[in-house]
Structure formats: structure tokens, C-alpha cells
Antibody
Framework: DVQLVESGGGLGQPGGSLRLSCAVSGFTVRSNYMSWVRQAPGKRLEWVSSIHDDGRTHSADSVQGRFTISRDDSKNSLYLQMNSLRPDDTGVYYC?????????WGQGALVTVSS | DIQMTQSPSTLSASLGDRFTITCRASQSVSTWLAWFQQKPGKAPKLLIFKASNLQSGVPSRFSGSGSGTEFTLTISSLQPDDFATYYCLQYNFYPYTFGQGTKLEIK
């Protein structure tokens, strides 16, 4: 069975850092495009970052230079390093496999940025 | 960035009704368009990929069509489980962009 399990969410300070992890089972992360998608409370879904099978990455302008997507092939896991956090980064962050559309999603990790 | 505009934003409908959502892109995305269903507190669920391909396990009452800048999602006969919020997503060009969502409510 395919499973994506996010962890590392919680309360972050403005200007601070958090690191989200996504442990994957049922397929190989390094062979797929993977993404992070977030959703602020009551708002639409927002694409954040993607990493291709060849390691190329893309990020939304709103997080460029602050967030970094990466993967650890030995752990079959995806990560999102979030620095210089802002209150508008608050939301649920989903780890997603980007195959045939975005076909498998994690349950989401809540990130709250507040002092 | 490509803007995705869904209509309507909210719709009230009855069981058995036919339901159609439109998603318009500000420039052509070919057929790189997906549709998702989301229920409160849950992750989105992929319904349709590449504009018209039904994701495995999704009931056949769901269908998608379109190409270029105009796309539709149709539910042929609404069932109780279908009342949710629906989103389109273009994944032709970065940054990928979602529509604002269409909330389907029971009349």
C-alpha cells in the first residue's frame, strides 16, 4: 500500500525555521516527481515546491529563497526546510506524489507561524 | 503566472442532479489539468488527470473534458458522498496553480 506520512509541523516563530518530513512507503521517491502543497485556513490549495526525479527543483515565488525541498533516497523520504517563516506561511502542508496528476497525498502537517 | 478561474464558486444541488464546474486558464495549458475533491479536514483526492482521464477507483459518474483554456468537470448524478469542494489544477507550467474552489452544497 502507498503511504505518505508528514511530520515536523507545529508552532514556529516569525523569522524562525521548521523542517517538514514526509516518509514514503509503497513507491520510490527518487523515481518520481514529488511536491509540497499547502492550504491556509479557509483558502485555496497552493503549490509550494517540486523536486524532479533528476533532482531539479522548482518553488513558488512566495517561498523562493526561504524554503528548500529535498529528498533522502536512503530513507525514501521528502523534506521541506522552511526558514524565515512568516505568519502567512501558516497552513496545512501536504506531501504529494506528482504522477498522473497529483495522485497520492499525505494526511497533512499543520504549521502555525505566530509569536 | 497562469490564473485558474473556476465557476461557480458555490452551488446548491439535489441528489440525482447533474453538476458541471468550469475551469478557465489565463493561457493554454494543453491538457495538463487535474480535478480534485476535498472534504473538510481531509487531503484532496484526485478525480481526473490530464483533463479527461478518470483516476483509478473514482466512480464513472465523474468525467472531465476540455483542452487549452477551458475545462469542465461533470458529475452525472449527484450522490450523498459528492458534496464537497472541488479544485482544478494546471500542471503544465511552473508555478502550478489551483482554481479558487467550487463548494457543492445540498439543496
Amino acid at each position: 500500500d502507498v503511504q505518505l506520512v508528514e511530520s515536523g509541523g507545529g508552532l514556529g516563530q516569525p523569522g524562525g525555521s521548521l523542517r517538514l518530513s514526509c516518509a514514503v512507503s509503497g513507491f520510490t521517491v527518487r523515481s518520481n516527481y514529488m511536491s509540497w502543497v499547502r492550504q491556509a485556513p479557509g483558502k485555496r490549495l497552493e503549490w509550494v515546491s517540486s523536486i524532479h526525479d533528476d533532482g531539479r527543483t522548482h518553488s513558488a515565488d512566495s517561498v523562493q529563497g526561504r524554503f528548500t525541498i529535498s529528498r533522502d533516497d536512503s530513507k525514501n523520504s521528502l523534506y521541506l526546510q522552511m526558514n524565515s517563516l512568516r505568519p502567512d506561511d501558516t497552513g496545512v502542508y501536504y506531501c504529494v506524489r506528482q504522477a498522473s496528476g497529483f495522485d497520492y497525498w499525505g494526511q497533512g502537517a499543520l504549521v502555525t507561524v505566530s509569536s | 503566472d497562469i490564473q485558474m478561474t473556476q465557476s461557480p464558486s458555490t452551488l446548491s444541488a439535489s441528489l440525482g442532479d447533474r453538476f458541471t464546474i468550469t475551469c478557465r486558464a489565463s493561457q493554454s495549458v494543453s491538457t495538463w489539468l487535474a480535478w480534485f475533491q476535498q472534504k473538510p479536514g481531509k487531503a484532496p483526492k484526485l478525480l481526473i488527470f490530464k483533463a479527461s482521464n478518470l483516476q483509478s477507483g473514482v466512480p464513472s459518474r465523474f468525467s472531465g473534458s476540455g483542452s487549452g483554456t477551458e475545462f469542465t468537470l461533470t458529475i452525472s448524478s449527484l450522490q450523498p458522498d459528492d458534496f464537497a469542494t472541488y479544485y482544478c489544477l494546471q500542471y503544465n507550467f511552473y508555478p502550478y496553480t489551483f482554481g479558487q474552489g467550487t463548494k457543492l452544497e445540498i439543496k
